[in-house]
C-alpha cells in the first residue's frame, strides 16, 4: 500500500510571510496527525484529526498556525505569518483508529516537510 | 498533560554488546507506549509496542518492558548492529474519547561502533 505523502519536502520563507503544508494519509485511515520535530528533539503534536473533526489541538499555536482536514482525507497545515522559531520539520501521520471494535492505534509517519525560517 | 522523560540522550556501545534506553511517563491513563526508529534525515518509523496489559514485549533482537506501577517503560536491544544506529523516540499515550493522544520523549542518540 502506499504510504503517506507530503509536500512540499524543503521550504525556505521570510519571517512573516504564510506557508502551507499538504499531507495524504494511507488510504482508509481515519486518524491523521500534524507534528512539529525541532532540530534534537522528538515530535510535538500539534493536532489530531478524526476523519474530519479536531481530537485535540491543545498545542497548536491557533494565533498563527492553522489545519484543516475536508472530506476526512487529505489536511493542510498553514502557518501565518511565520516565525524564526517555527523552523523545524512537520511530520504528517496517520493510522487506522477505530476498526470495528478494536482502535488500531499503530502509526505511520509521512517523509516530513522541512521548513527554515529567515 | 502527559509528560515523557527519556534517557539516555546519548548511548554509544560496541557492535555486540546490549543497548537499554529508558522512559518515564506522568499520566497513569497512558496505556499504549510505542518506540520509534528514526535514521538521519528519515521518517520516524514503529519498531515495538506495548500495551499497558502486557509487561514484556520481544521481536527478535529487541525487547520493551513496562512498569506500570512505576510508570517507566524500556527499550532493550541485544547483540547491537552498526545499523542500530539511530535515534530512538519513545511515547506514551492516553486514550481520550476513543482516540490516542501521543507525547514523544526527546530521543536518544545511539551509536554503535564497529
Known amino acids: 500500500e502506499a504510504g503517506v505523502a507530503q509536500s512540499p519536502r524543503y521550504k525556505i520563507i521570510e519571517k512573516r510571510q504564510s506557508v502551507a503544508f499538504w499531507c495524504n494519509p494511507i488510504?482508509?485511515?481515519?486518524?491523521l496527525y500534524w507534528y512539529q520535530q525541532i532540530l534534537g528533539q522528538g515530535p510535538k503534536l500539534l493536532i489530531q484529526?478524526?476523519?474530519?473533526?479536531?481530537?485535540?489541538d491543545s498545542q497548536l499555536p491557533k494565533d498563527r498556525f492553522s489545519a484543516e482536514r475536508l472530506k476526512g482525507v487529505d489536511s493542510t497545515l498553514k502557518i501565518q505569518p511565520a516565525k524564526l522559531e517555527d523552523s523545524a520539520v512537520y511530520l504528517c501521520?496517520?493510522?487506522?483508529?477505530?476498526?470495528?471494535?478494536?482502535?488500531?492505534?499503530?502509526?505511520?509517519f509521512g517523509p516530513g516537510t522541512r521548513l527554515l525560517v529567515l | 498533560g502527559e509528560n515523557v522523560e527519556q534517557h539516555p540522550s546519548t548511548l554509544s556501545v560496541q557492535e555486540g554488546d546490549s543497548a537499554v534506553i529508558k522512559c518515564t511517563y506522568s499520566d497513569s491513563a497512558s496505556n499504549y507506549f510505542p518506540w520509534y526508529k528514526q535514521e538521519l534525515g528519515k521518517r520516524p518509523q514503529l519498531i515495538i509496542d506495548i500495551r499497558s496489559n502486557v509487561g514484556e514485549k520481544k521481536d527478535q533482537r529487541i525487547a520493551v518492558t513496562l512498569n506500570k506501577t512505576a510508570k517507566h517503560f524500556s527499550l532493550h536491544i541485544t547483540e547491537t548492529q552498526p545499523e542500530d544506529s539511530a535515534v530512538y523516540f519513545c511515547?506514551?499515550?492516553?486514550?481520550?474519547?476513543?482516540?490516542?493522544?501521543?507525547?514523544f520523549g526527546r530521543g536518544t542518540s545511539l551509536i554503535v561502533h564497529p
Open positions: 488510504s482508509g485511515h481515519a486518524t
Open positions: 501521520a496517520s493510522s487506522k483508529g477505530l476498526a470495528g471494535a478494536k482502535y488500531q492505534e499503530t502509526q505511520y
Open positions: 484529526f478524526q476523519n474530519n473533526g479536531v481530537v485535540d
Open positions: 511515547a506514551a499515550s492516553p486514550a481520550s474519547g476513543g482516540s490516542y493522544i501521543p507525547t
